[in-house]
């Protein structure tokens, strides 16, 4: 089981970025995918969130700013982020895990490498 993410880079405060997340080696239909972010001396945090229903869950600090997207059918996974801050700078990572209860309190089992966004001033 492979999660694979990309699109990271260096953005200028203001500006978009799109991530996206692959997975391969099972389907994933039946789990829970998002985005969590670890910038440097901070513990890592849940972003985004979707499940197959298309229910979606958003960290207070990215509403409005960011949107997870996905396709069940193809395993992937995205993140559209506008609007970015120097605030949002960290290294990103996508992970699995299977449902249940709340969106937010997903076991997430399974995690892709980080990929690096930069925000400058």
Same mark, same amino acid.
């Given at each position: ?5 990309s699109? %990271?880079?260096?953005? #200028? @405060?203001? /500006?978009?970025? *799109?991530?996206?997340?692959a =997975?391969?080696g099972?389907?994933f239909? +039946?789990y829970?995918? %998002?985005?969590?972010? #670890? @910038?440097p /001396?901070?513990? *890592?945090?849940?972003?985004a =969130? ?5 229910? +979606? ?10 949107t997870?997207? *996905? ?24 992970a ?7 969106l ?17 001033s």
């Amino acid at each position: 089981v492979q999660l694979q993410a990309s699109g %990271g880079g260096l953005v #200028q @405060a203001g /500006g978009s970025l *799109r991530l996206s997340c692959a =997975a391969s080696g099972r389907t994933f239909s +039946s789990y829970d995918m %998002g985005w969590f972010r #670890q @910038a440097p /001396g901070k513990e *890592r945090e849940l972003v985004a =969130a979707i499940r197959w229903s298309g229910a +979606s869950y958003y960290a207070d600090s990215v509403k409005g700013r960011f949107t997870i997207l *996905r396709d069940v059918a193809k395993n992937r996974m995205s993140l559209q982020m506008n609007t970015v801050n120097p605030e949002d700078t960290a290294v990103y990572f996508c992970a699995a895990g299977p449902i249940s209860g709340l969106l937010p309190d997903t076991r997430w089992d399974y995690w892709g490498q980080g990929t690096q966004v930069t925000v400058s001033s």
